[in-house]
């Protein structure tokens, strides 16, 4: 497993949805695993559908419930 330093880090705290989304996708251009940062409600259910659009992995234990913190690799 990739340790999360080797991952790229999206902070789009403050951000309202979509633009957390969007950084994603920006930051999933060059990169092979991102750490999204953000504290929209909604962010959760942008990135899981971005996610699965796209066929990124979406690390499950990031993608808890109020953790605000997202794991996407491709």
Request: proline fraction near 4%; hydrophobic fraction near 45%.
């Amino acid at each position: 497993m990739t340790s999360e330093r080797a991952a790229l880090v999206v902070d789009a705290r403050g951000m309202r949805c979509p633009w957390p989304a969007l950084r994603l996708a920006r930051a999933m251009r060059d990169a092979a695993e991102v750490v999204l940062i953000a504290d929209d409600p909604q962010a959760g259910r942008e990135v899981a559908a971005l996610a699965a659009e796209h066929g990124w992995r979406l690390d499950s234990d990031s993608a808890a419930e109020g953790k605000g913190r997202w794991r996407v690799s491709r």
